[in-house]
C-alpha cells in the first residue's frame, strides 16, 4: 500500500531554517504529483506547496513564496520542502500528499501522518 512518510520537523527560532522529507512507497513516484500542507493550532488545514511530475512545475502559497522550496527526487522517492527565514506562525504539522494529478486543492489521495514545526520568536 501507499506510505508516505514525513521528517525533519522540530524547534527552530524565527529566522532559522528546517528541511522537510517525506519518503513515499507504493506508488511510481516519478509518475505522482507531491504537495505539503500544514495545520496550525486553531487552524484550518492550508496548502503550502507543491511539485508536478517535472519538478520545474511547483507553485507556493503567498505566505511562504520566496521563504520555502520544494523539491524532488524521484531516484529516492522523496519530496522535500526546504523552510527558511521562518516566522512563528508557520509553526503547525506539515503533511505531504501524493496524487496523480497537479492540484493546490487539498483533493490528494495519499497523506503522511505529519511532522511538527515550531518557530519560536
Known amino acids: 500500500q501507499v506510505q508516505l512518510v514525513e521528517s525533519g520537523g522540530g524547534l527552530a527560532q524565527a529566522g532559522g531554517s528546517l528541511r522537510l522529507s517525506c519518503a513515499a512507497s507504493?506508488?511510481?513516484?516519478?509518475?505522482?504529483?507531491m504537495g505539503w500542507f500544514r495545520q496550525g493550532p486553531g487552524k484550518e488545514r492550508e496548502f503550502v506547496a507543491a511539485?508536478?511530475?517535472?519538478?520545474?512545475?511547483?507553485h507556493y502559497s503567498d505566505s511562504v513564496k520566496g521563504r520555502f522550496t520544494i523539491s524532488r527526487d524521484n531516484a529516492k522517492s522523496t519530496v522535500f520542502l526546504q523552510m527558511n527565514s521562518l516566522k512563528p506562525e508557520d509553526t503547525a504539522v506539515y503533511y505531504c500528499?501524493?496524487?496523480?494529478?497537479?492540484?493546490?486543492?487539498?483533493?490528494?489521495?495519499?497523506w503522511g501522518q505529519g511532522t511538527q514545526v515550531t518557530v519560536s520568536s
Open positions: 511539485i508536478g511530475w517535472i519538478a520545474s512545475t511547483t
Open positions: 500528499a501524493a496524487d496523480r494529478v497537479f492540484t493546490i486543492t487539498s483533493n490528494y489521495d495519499y
Open positions: 507504493g506508488l511510481t513516484f516519478s509518475r505522482t504529483a
